[in-house]
Structure formats: structure tokens, C-alpha cells
């Protein structure tokens, strides 16, 4: 661990994607020794960050979303090399229930030129996907956006490729220091100082990038536990600031080429929605008939195939769930032999190549905790004159490009992308639109 200096210009709480990335844009700007300090309480990527599938996609039904990450994907693309980006494309596979959402996402990206392609009809749909991999077989599937940009990168490595960018740049991270409270200056709400273990340090700017942690910062700063929502009729509604989610993800041990298309290619990051029924490939029992999602992507450390569906609610108010130890390491929170026999038969139901390979799923601790907002989109906004907070609602890990947003922001231009996410957008009454897939992102 270095040294945590006395003072700095900004002060940034969080190893990750955000912390990281906007720790790199400011750097370009704010030169001197100690002008940024990172304060990471275990090691870069030790949060979601570090657990993240690594999927990057635009395809998102709300226009502020897609234009994000249209931005995201271009930070992405300038190093592809250090990020260790794989631009291998993205493909949303939905059925008849999503199709008027999904033609408005190909619209509107052919609107902002994001490069896709958009198939109709369930039989010109299963042609697109039989040309690919000619074992698909997956029903009453009537649109395909195949998103011609995007793909995934590998998650520690990424982060480390930012942490180089930064410290290259002057930037000290420091590292095994825990964030215990906030000091406030005696003539107005703005921060003055971060109090941790190791001591305080005097600061201008903090900036709070923390994932799943959002909730103890939210809570030092005594920030509202409740967000009052105007709805389209324009009455309000009082709900809980945040509510955690349990993100399920595991890997099938198949081999590693396991995946690829019928021409040897490198597969496209492949989701699929179905309201078709859904029936154990072990016991061939139905699991749902309610519509359902997954995603999947050869697993970045070729250990077969990695993926997930979609995450549930964590029934405990916000303030009673234990976010530490966090991921793999948690006693309370992993995937279950429910989400293997689920996520391993959607793989059947989709690809031929999957039945009978249940068994292979590679059992053992995975998964982690996302931290939503009110309506599971992010937050990016100053609170207290001086503290600017990053609540991304675990759309975090593709989010590449908010840290440079931010860092304008901080340096005094505001920015058009980040305008739609601010906080007082409830109390407005600026809602996002809520689209028919099962995922809360999307």
C-alpha cells in the first residue's frame, strides 16, 4: 500500500471502471503529484468490476441508454489492445412480445449510425441463425438485432489497462484504505475532507464510484433513503432509494472452441429472450413458462462457455444486506443448482450442441450484488456543492466511456449524455422508458 497523502485536488473512492476511467480522463488534465488520489480499500477490480461477464452492447430501448453506450463503445475501440476488446458483435434475439421494442432500437441506431442489421419474421430469423450455427433451434423467435459493434472485453485485465493509463499520468491509487466518513466544512455543505482508517485526507472534489458500495457513501453523506417519483399522470410516489439485486452467471466446461460459428469464426455475444416454455434438459420437466432471458459468450479464461440469466430481487431493505464479503467470497449470496439447471437448459433449447451437457456446468462460487436505483438506471450527478456520485445501477462494467463524461463535468462542461441521468429526474417526473424484456437494464 502507498502512503495516503494529506491532501488532494480530487479524491475518487473506487478501483473499478468508473474510478479508473474517470481517474484517467482528469489525468490529462490535472498533472501534478497527489492532484488525484484513488482510495481502493482491497485491490483494483475487487468488485463488480472484477466478477463483470464483460459483455459490451449498445442495445439498450431507452435513447439516453443507447447513446451512452454508442460513446462507450468508441473509449472501448481507441485501445482494443490494452482493453483486451473483442469487437466480435452482439446479437438480441426476442420474441414476438419484444419486437416493436427491438424495431425501435434498430431504428434509432441506425439514427445515431451504430452500425446493425435487423431481421423479421420467425422464419427469416431462423435462417440469420442457421447461417451462423447451423444447430440453432430456438422457436418462436420473430426479430434478431445483430449489433455489428460491441462484444466483450476481459474484466481484471481492463481494469488494469486503466489503472496503467492513470498512474502513467501521475495518478496515485492507493490501496488497503477504507472510506469511514466525510468531513464538512463549517460554512456550507461541501466536503472538506475523506475520513478513513489510515487517516484524512484534505480534498476539493470527491468523486464516488463504488458499484454495490453506493449505498454506505449515500448513507456517510446523508442522502435521502427515499426518491419521491412523479408519475405520467403527475402524482408521487415515495419508494426505497435503493434495492439490490442477485446477478447470476456461471460457465459450461464445454471446450473452448466449443462456441464458434460454422465457419470457424469467433461467435457474436449471443442473448436471447423466449416466451417459449422452457423444460429441464435433465429431467425435461418445465422450469417457466413466463418468458425468460440469457446471455452467453465463450468464457474469457477458456474454461468453455460463460454467461448468465436474468438476477433476482434480494428481499431485505437496503441497509440490511450485507454487501461484504462481496462475490465469490460471500457466505449468503451465490448462484444455485436452480440458476444451473435453468441457465444450461436455455443453452440446450437455443444450440443442439448443449443437450446432454448439463453436467459440465462448473459448480462453485459466482455471481455478486448489484445495487439499483429507483428505476434501474444510473445515477450521475453532484450532490453537497462538491461530491459527484457515480451510482450506475450494475450497467457499470461497459460503461467505459462515463469516467471521461465525468471528468468534463468535473472540469466544468457539462455533458448532453449525462444530462438525462441526473437525480432530480424523479421528482420531474423524466422517466426513462421501461421496455418487455425480463432483464431490469434493458
Known sequence: MSILPKKAKVVIIGGGIHGLSTAWKLS????????????EKKDIAAGASGIACGVVRNNYFQPAMRELMAHSVSVWESDPKAFKYNSVGYLQISP????EDVASIAKQQKAIGYDSEFIEGEADCMKYMKNMFSDWQAQGITSVLHEKKGGYAFNKDS???LEEKSTSNGVNVVKGVTVTGFKRGSNSKAVTGVETDKGI????????????WVRDFWNMLELPKTAKIKDKDGKFHETEMWKYWMLQEGVIGVDEDFLKMDNGGQPPVIHVDSTAPLYSDKTKKLITDKIWGIY???????????????????????????????GIESPEFQTTEEFNDMWCSALAHCQKRFEGKSDLYRKGPSGGLGCMTPDS??????FLENVYMIADANHGYKMIGVGELVAKEILGTESDL?????????EKGELHPTSNSPFPWS
Open 296 to 326: 452467453y459468450k465463450p468464457d474469457i479464461e477458456g474454461l468453455g462457455v460463460q454467461g448468465g440469466t436474468s438476477p433476482y430481487i434480494v428481499d431485505k431493505h437496503f441497509d440490511k444486506v450485507n454487501v461484504d464479503p462481496y
Open 418 to 426: 449525462l444530462k438525462p441521468f441526473r437525480f432530480n429526474r424523479y
Open 96 to 99: 414476438e412480445v419484444m419486437h
Open 28 to 39: 490529462e488534465t490535472y498533472k501534478n503529484e497527489n492532484d488525484i488520489v484513488v482510495l
Open 159 to 161: 481494469i488494469k489497462a
Open 201 to 212: 485526507i484534505e480534498c476539493d472534489q470527491v468523486v464516488v464510484g463504488a458499484g454495490p
Open 377 to 382: 438506471f444510473p445515477i450521475f450527478d453532484k
